[in-house]
């Protein structure tokens, strides 16, 4: 079973400032199958990012993935009230699927 | 557009069986396009997959909780189903149904239920 885990558990930032999150994973990833998910309280998680790099529809270009092998990351620019959420990794080669315990952006 | 929607018991005894349907609208869950899978989010923490079960049929279970899980498809009402058995307070948890591809590199959740909270108490 893969592990991933995510840093920071919290990032408390200003509109307008810059998030970037990590997950590392236990073991290589193949096929940089590793997605992100924004989940805002209450609501089920939505889809972000696929194949560690390709948005989702729906999310503005302020969003973007990156990395392979064991090492990703998700970045914000601009932040915005609305990105106010806790944001998961998950891979999705061989099972079982897993998701990192989640960084949680909270907008000042 | 395809939607999907939890339902079942939000309370269930310790050591009894929990029982959750997901109803696929829109869509069919004959899609042997797709895996259709159970989540779960026990409260104030992370997301656990369950399992899916794909065309009509085959599953594929988290190790962790294969001894207890049954995930089903029921054709005829264009549902799959959750079956859980011998819970405990650790079950307490929102469960999510979710749609993924069955296709290699694309097997991220795409489509999620808005889930429900099943709680486990006497």
């Known amino acids: 079973e893969i592990v991933l885990t995510q840093s920071p558990d919290t990032l408390s930032l200003s509109p307008g400032e810059g998030a970037t999150l990590s997950c590392r994973a236990s073991q290589t990833i193949s096929g940089n199958y590793l997605a992100w998910y924004q989940q805002k309280p209450g609501q089920a998680p939505r889809l972000l990012i696929f194949g560690a790099l390709n948005r989702a529809a729906g999310f503005p270009d302020r969003f973007s993935g990156r990395g392979s092998g064991t090492e990703f990351t998700l970045t914000i620019s601009r932040l915005e009230p609305e990105d106010s959420a806790v944001y998961y990794c998950?891979?999705?080669?061989?099972?079982?699927?897993?998701f990192g315990q989640g960084t949680k952006i909270e907008i000042k | 557009q395809v939607q999907l929607q939890e339902s079942g018991p939000g309370l269930v005894k310790p050591s009894e069986t929990l029982s959750l349907s997901c109803t696929v609208s829109?869509?069919?869950?004959?899609?042997?396009?797709?895996?259709w899978s159970w989540i779960r989010q026990p409260p104030a923490k992370g997301l656990e997959w369950i399992g899916y079960?794909?065309?009509?049929?085959?599953?594929n279970y988290h190790p962790s909780l294969k001894s207890r899980v049954i995930i089903s498809v029921d054709t005829s009402k264009n549902q799959f189903s959750l079956t859980l058995t011998s819970v405990t307070a650790a079950d307490t948890a929102v469960y999510y149904c979710a749609r993924s591809l069955a296709v290699a590199g694309s097997r991220y959740f795409d489509l999620w239920g808005r889930g429900t909270l099943v709680t486990v108490s006497s």
């Open positions: 829109g869509g069919s869950v004959r899609s042997v396009m797709h895996y």
């Open positions: 998950q891979h999705y080669g061989n099972s079982p699927w897993t």
């Open positions: 079960v794909y065309d009509s049929g085959s599953t």
